[in-house]
């Protein structure tokens, strides 16, 4: 490691933390050279998750992206910002748990839909109708009943 200040590499490191989800490690460190101090951190570097659209493009996954759709279909629902965080952190762990470097679009719609089933039926209504591209009310009809016949069961 390079001190930023004289450009030295020898340097000792002072005291190393976690972060507090663990997934950054901070090293404060000490040029050897000049003695000023410096902080480094070191964190996974990890792979994007791409993303295969339905026309053969490919998009890395975006959380932003998710988390709109998630909070349109959650919009006037009882459902805390918290909860989508966790919801969308739990989605991606489910894609880096994959091993798949490209995920269709089809298969993160569907793993999206699963897990707002769980959580909230309206939303799950409202993300489906969007996802799903309901033509008409006979469509959402469609949707709805199935769900009631699951409920039923």
Known sequence: M???YCGETDNKVIDSRLSKD???IRRRRE????TRRF????????IPIMIIKKDGRREVFNRKKVRSGIKKACEKRNISMNLIEEFIDELERDL?????KEIPASALGEKIMAK???LDDV???RFASVYREFKDVNDFFAELKTLLSNQQK
């Open 31 to 34: 040029c050897l050279g000049c």
């Open 116 to 118: 707002l089933h769980e």
């Open 96 to 100: 880096r748990e994959i091993g798949e």
């Open 2 to 4: 390079k001190c930023p």
């Open 39 to 46: 902080t480094t951190y070191e964190h996974i570097e990890e």
């Open 22 to 24: 663990a997934s950054v």
């Open 123 to 125: 939303a799950y209504v």
